[in-house]
């Protein structure tokens, strides 16, 4: 926890006590060891931020965003959290809730993807003004399922 302020460790304790239910079910995969052996911890500070899981051996950090994280303000912030954390060398994951209830198996997959070495997270999601006029917002489980089903090229 080199990164941590102290404000951040007390909050990041707190918080690992009201896990969301879509956190919960992807924690209780992670904390298994299921992704080749590396190991995950939940609500993990890392500067004024906390992550909802971070391995730190892999330098990655898994995002399940809820239902709060649509509005350009909240992209706005999560684009600045996700460049901060990006400057001290993590590489940061988003999925949805909806990826965790819906399509677990493909979100293990691109983490499993992601911590061999075979995939890059995809970038974070364009504010609404950025967007090409009728384009919705691309769900982080698009981008991780076109990347996860295609095979890694040799």
């Known amino acids: 926890m080199a990164y941590c302020q102290p404000k951040s460790l007390g909050h990041a304790r707190a918080m690992r006590k ?3 239910h879509a956190e919960i079910i992807l924690w209780s995969r992670l ?3 299921e992704q080749g052996g590396f190991r995950f911890r939940k609500q993990h500070p890392i500067g004024p931020y906390i992550a909802d899981f971070a391995c730190s051996a892999a330098k ?3 995002e399940v965003d809820g ?6 303000e909240e992209i706005r912030h999560d684009q600045r959290r996700d460049a901060y954390m990006r400057t001290l060398g ?7 809730n ?3 209830y819906k399509r677990l198996d493909v979100v293990l997959d691109g983490i499993a993807r992601i911590l061999q070495g075979t ?3 995809p970038p974070v999601r364009r504010e609404r003004s950025q967007r090409r006029e009728n384009e919705p917002p691309t769900p982080a489980y698009a981008r991780v399922y076109a990347v996860a089903t295609r095979s890694p090229t040799v």
């Open 18 to 20: 009201q896990l969301t």
């Open 31 to 33: 904390r298994r060891g």
């Open 60 to 62: 990655l950090i898994v």
């Open 67 to 72: 239902e709060t994280h649509g509005s350009d």
């Open 90 to 96: 993590w590489r940061v994951f988003r999925v949805t």
């Open 98 to 100: 909806e990826d965790v």
């Open 119 to 121: 995939m890059e997270p």
